[in-house]
């Protein structure tokens, strides 16, 4: 078995916008170095100042150097029957899988990630950079930062990982059924092996614990694999990959609360990664206030987030639509509702539809009788309904209330329990913040499975 010991300096810290300054490669027969390739690659950009700070590879050092189409053939006939080793070993592949793929040639080796051996044979160590775990190992690195130094220093980790290897953990990784080597570099096997095949919420988090990703899934475990999976090369998720160190879960009786717990636990943490879900914000809602004059209005407007609202909408029309039905059956005032605006009197009153609040006929006592009306009127054609599903166990099933248009909350019940009224469901139910898209979410569900919806 050959191993191709690899190490490589770039531009910046994602292959898709960066390129190749220096490459390594050490072939490794599993005891010692039998054959080295280097090169200085000349990028075709810039380097940047602060990567020469760190490498010392210039741009008058590379000027002159093979750009790497050059060399693509022979760096392909080095690696492409080997298994791939390297310090972090998915950095350094996508590099030179783009820029093989790039030059004609399809790079598919398997990988050795020598960050995750290490942590595996040779666990207890505080750090597992390459400078510092070859400091604590006694392994001298000459030329720090520079891709044959680096190589070198990979290359005698790789032959004591080989040598202390009990547990044969190397061949584990290396079976074509093992996806070890598509994990991030700081997220151990164990916290994938612990994940539930079942709906839930899973949370990605950082070295200090902190929340960086949040997603829903109908199976937790299968989501979270396919993260790692791809050759996706963007900085973005580049340095996702490199952040995450462990992950959590919830786990929901159903996907529809998978979906829902996901949306509120984006808003209630706002992880950096999460993009979608933040840019959905509720956007109109029915108001009611009390004028100078002392007359309740009603109105339609864009949504206030420290004002409650009546009732809230997708769109302006809806908002419309449904205060035209109250003015309708409740003879309110068209100016009052802020539906005519231009106009001295409403054409309601013009019509005797109106009693004549917009033009000072009508009291404000009178007309607030019938604003409240309406308002409990809307309240009786919004729907009051729970939505029934599969719990986490047979000892339970869950349920979601809807009350009058709006999401109440979400738990478990047992299975034995008759869903009688909403305020026996209220004192078992978790509340959550209601809004347009997690009720959409609701009514898409019921849609599709009408038999789990039980008006109450």
Same mark, same amino acid.
């Given at each position: 078995?050959?191993?191709?010991?690899?190490?490589?300096?770039?531009?910046?810290?994602?292959?898709?916008?960066?390129?190749?300054?220096?490459?390594?490669?050490?072939?490794?027969?599993?005891?010692?170095?039998?054959?080295?390739?280097?090169?200085?690659?000349?990028?075709?950009?810039?380097?940047?100042?602060?990567?020469?700070?760190?490498?010392?590879?210039?741009?008058?050092?590379?000027?002159?150097?093979?750009?790497?189409?050059?060399?693509?053939?022979?760096?392909?006939?080095?690696?492409?029957?080997?298994?791939?080793?390297?310090?972090?070993?998915?950095?350094?592949?996508?590099?030179?899988?783009?820029?093989?793929?790039?030059?004609?040639?399809?790079?598919?080796?398997?990988?050795?990630?020598?960050?995750?051996?290490?942590?595996?044979?040779?666990?207890?160590?505080?750090?597992?950079?390459?400078?510092?775990?070859?400091?604590?190992?006694?392994?001298?690195?000459?030329?720090?930062?520079?891709?044959?130094?680096?190589?070198?220093?990979?290359?005698?980790?790789?032959?004591?990982?080989?040598?202390?290897?009990?547990?044969?953990?190397?061949?584990?990784?290396?079976?074509?059924?093992?996806?070890?080597?598509?994990?991030?570099?700081?997220?151990?096997?164990?916290?994938?092996? %612990?994940?539930?095949?079942?709906? @839930?919420? !899973?949370? $990605?988090? +950082? #070295? *200090? =614990?902190?929340?960086?990703?949040?997603?829903?899934?109908?199976?937790?475990?299968?989501?979270?694999?396919?993260?790692?999976?791809?050759?996706?090369?963007?900085?973005?998720?580049?340095?996702?990959?490199?952040?995450?160190?462990?992950?959590?879960?919830?786990?929901?009786?159903?996907?529809?609360?998978?979906?829902?717990?996901?949306?509120?636990?984006?808003?209630?943490?706002?992880?950096?990664?999460?993009?979608?879900?933040? %840019?959905?914000?509720?956007?109109? @809602?029915? !108001?009611? $206030?009390? +004028? #100078? *004059? =002392?007359?309740?209005?009603?109105?339609?407007?864009?949504?206030?987030?420290?004002?409650?609202?009546?009732?809230?909408?997708?769109?302006?029309?809806?908002?419309?639509?449904?205060?035209?039905?109250?003015?309708?059956?409740?003879?309110?005032?068209?100016?009052?509702?802020?539906?005519?605006?231009?106009?001295?009197?409403?054409?309601?009153?013009?019509?005797?539809?109106?009693?004549?609040?917009?033009?000072?006929?009508?009291?404000?006592?009178?007309?607030?009788?019938?604003?409240?009306?309406?308002?409990?009127?809307?309240?009786?054609?919004?729907?009051?309904?729970?939505?029934?599903?599969?719990?986490?166990?047979?000892?339970?099933?869950?349920?979601?209330?809807?009350?009058?248009?709006?999401?109440?909350?979400?738990?478990?019940?047992?299975?034995?329990?008759?869903?009688?009224?909403?305020?026996?469901?209220?004192?078992?139910?978790?509340?959550?913040?209601?809004?347009?898209?997690?009720?959409?979410?609701?009514?898409?569900?019921?849609?599709?499975?009408?038999?789990?919806?039980?008006?109450?």
């Amino acid at each position: 078995m050959l191993y191709a010991v690899v190490d490589i300096e770039t531009t910046g810290g994602f292959a898709s916008g960066n390129g190749i300054t220096e490459i390594s490669i050490l072939v490794h027969d599993g005891q010692e170095v039998v054959d080295v390739f280097e090169t200085l690659i000349n990028p075709e950009q810039d380097i940047p100042p602060y990567i020469e700070s760190l490498t010392g590879i210039s741009n008058d050092m590379v000027m002159a150097a093979p750009v790497f189409k050059d060399v693509a053939a022979q760096i392909y006939e080095l690696l492409h029957d080997k298994i791939f080793v390297a310090h972090n070993v998915n950095f350094d592949f996508s590099f030179i899988r783009h820029q093989l793929m790039q030059s004609g040639y399809e790079l598919n080796s398997r990988k050795l990630c020598t960050v995750r051996l290490s942590r595996k044979i040779l666990p207890g160590h505080k750090s597992y950079s390459l400078g510092k775990l070859c400091a604590a190992l006694n392994i001298s690195v000459s030329n720090r930062h520079r891709a044959g130094g680096d190589a070198a220093a990979t290359a005698i980790l790789l032959t004591r990982l080989i040598t202390e290897d009990a547990e044969n953990i190397i061949a584990q990784t290396l079976h074509k059924f093992s996806k070890e080597q598509a994990l991030p570099p700081n997220l151990s096997r164990s916290q994938i092996d %612990r994940l539930p095949s079942v709906p @839930g919420v !899973y949370y $990605f988090k +950082d #070295q *200090k =614990g902190k929340v960086i990703y949040i997603g829903k899934a109908k199976n937790i475990k299968k989501r979270v694999c396919t993260h790692f999976t791809g050759n996706n090369i963007s900085k973005q998720r580049q340095d996702f990959l490199q952040h995450i160190y462990t992950v959590d879960f919830e786990v929901c009786g159903t996907e529809l609360m998978a979906f829902i717990l996901e949306a509120t636990e984006i808003k209630r943490l706002w992880p950096e990664n999460n993009r979608a879900l933040k %840019r959905h914000e509720q956007k109109y @809602g029915l !108001y009611v $206030f009390e +004028d #100078q *004059k =002392g007359y309740m209005r009603l109105m339609v407007d864009k949504y206030k987030k420290q004002s409650p609202a009546l009732y809230s909408f997708n769109t302006q029309l809806e908002g419309y639509d449904l205060l035209r039905l109250l003015i309708k059956e409740h003879l309110l005032c068209e100016k009052l509702c802020f539906i005519q605006k231009n106009r001295i009197a409403c054409t309601h009153h013009e019509e005797g539809k109106c009693s004549g609040a917009c033009v000072g006929k009508e009291s404000a006592a009178a007309y607030n009788v019938r604003v409240k009306y309406a308002i409990e009127y809307l309240k009786t054609i919004l729907p009051t309904f729970v939505v029934m599903g599969e719990g986490r166990n047979e000892d339970e099933k869950s349920c979601l209330l809807v009350e009058q248009g709006k999401f109440y909350g979400m738990g478990y019940i047992s299975p034995n329990t008759d869903v009688e009224g909403a305020e026996m469901l209220k004192s078992v139910l978790q509340p959550y913040p209601s809004d347009d898209y997690i009720l959409n979410l609701i009514i898409s569900h019921i849609q599709q499975f009408p038999q789990r919806k039980v008006v109450i």
